[in-house]
């Protein structure tokens, strides 16, 4: 069973739309990160949502924690051939020394010119 | 400034051989470490961390093992390869970043066992 159902798992649009891809679990997280995965790369943190309802803007790119911190989306905003990549979303379950994450199986995102 | 250092970069073994994958890390002490494996399903896997020298937590019952014989130091090893052991293999480290903890990744290992 995947703790974390990342969704769609493939997304391809042209240069210019918007879009939105989504993490949901039944668990609660304490925190949720999103990361960017290049091919043969590994992944790179975008950012992390700690508060419930909390909603983070990196450009454009819109981060949000559900209410009850067991779901997030991203969303992207006029999107551009560089925003092609992997996009994982992990959730921590644990805290202090013992802190790890589960990952979900990602959304592969191609944007075309 | 802090880094993560994986390699090889690639890997081609036969099935039966041994293996042994390191990663190093610089500019912090006591870092947690943590060793993911990728396979075609694209998720990350996570197959064992350690939050201290010689202190190991398997996640996934397995053909692997690992170490940590030094603070900064991670060795990801299996005695004999299987063509399931195959994938891509990331190790990483946990910070305390503004606005909670993050992984920093290494590049990476593909494996691949023929």
């Known amino acids: 069973t995947q703790l974390l159902e990342q969704s769609p798992q493939f997304l391809s649009i042209q240069e210019g739309e918007n879009l939105t891809v989504y993490c949901n679990s039944s668990?609660?997280?304490?925190?949720l990160q999103w990361y960017r995965q290049e091919p043969g790369e590994g992944p790179v943190l975008l950012v992390t949502v700690v508060t419930g309802g909390e909603v983070k803007k990196l450009k454009r790119l819109t981060f949000q924690f559900g209410d009850a911190r067991k779901d997030s989306s991203l969303h992207i905003t006029a999107a551009q051939p560089g925003d092609t990549g992997l996009y994982l979303c992990?959730?921590?379950?644990?805290?202090?020394?013992?802190?790890?994450?589960?990952f979900g199986k990602g959304t592969l995102l191609t944007v075309n010119p | 400034s802090q880094t993560i250092h994986q390699w090889p970069a690639t890997l081609v073994q036969p099935v039966g051989s041994p293996l042994s994958l390191e990663c190093t890390v610089e500019g912090t002490s006591n870092p947690n470490l943590y060793w993911y494996r990728q396979a075609a399903g694209r998720g990350l896997q996570l197959l064992f961390y350690s939050v201290g020298i010689g202190q190991i937590s398997s996640e996934v019952p397995q053909n692997l093992s690992a170490s940590r014989p030094q603070d900064r130091q991670f060795i990801l090893s299996s005695k004999k390869l299987l063509l399931s052991d195959s994938g891509f293999y990331l190790c990483?480290?946990?910070?305390?970043?503004?606005?909670?903890?993050?992984?920093?990744f290494g590049s990476g290992t593909r494996l691949t066992v023929v």
């Open positions: 992990a959730g921590a379950l644990g805290g202090g020394s013992n802190y790890k994450l589960t």
């Open positions: 668990s609660v997280f304490s925190s």
């Open positions: 990483a480290w946990s910070v305390l970043l503004k606005g909670g903890r993050g992984y920093t």
